[in-house]
């Protein structure tokens, strides 16, 4: 299964930009990782005005976070957040300072959060 979370800053990327962003996502993953690697899902997280900080200052940086399926080796891994990369660029206008992109595999476990 190919999984992604899109967080947002409110007022950044309009709600009537989100689907050609999903389908950029989905058809660049598609492409890079198969058609057998589905199915594909995105979400959306937005972050209330003013409650997003970077340098001091209202951000107003998006995150992409991939979750991909086991086994993809560095090459396509990097393809992959490098095209999903670009066409969020070409569709929103936003810059690589206000886009962060990230793939891990499906059974990664590693370095989560926990509560005490």
């Known amino acids: ?19 050609e962003l999903e389908k950029a996502i989905q058809n660049t993953s598609v492409e890079i990782l198969g058609i057998a690697k589905g199915p594909f899902s995105i979400s959306w997280a937005e972050i209330p005005r003013d ?9 107003t940086t998006s995150h992409v976070r991939g979750q991909i399926p086991d ?8 393809r992959l957040m490098k095209e999903i990369g670009e066409r969020w660029y070409d569709i929103t206008g936003q810059t690589e ?17 926990k509560s005490n």
Not at 101 to 112: L, P, Q, S
């Open 1 to 19: 299964m190919i999984e992604f979370l899109c967080t947002v800053q409110e007022g950044c990327i309009p709600e009537n930009m989100r689907p």
């Open 51 to 59: 409650f997003g900080f970077r340098g001091g200052k209202p951000t």
């Open 71 to 78: 086994g993809c080796d560095k090459e396509t891994r990097e």
């Open 97 to 113: 300072d206000e886009l962060i992109v990230a793939a891990r595999d499906e059974g990664w476990k590693g370095n989560t959060i």
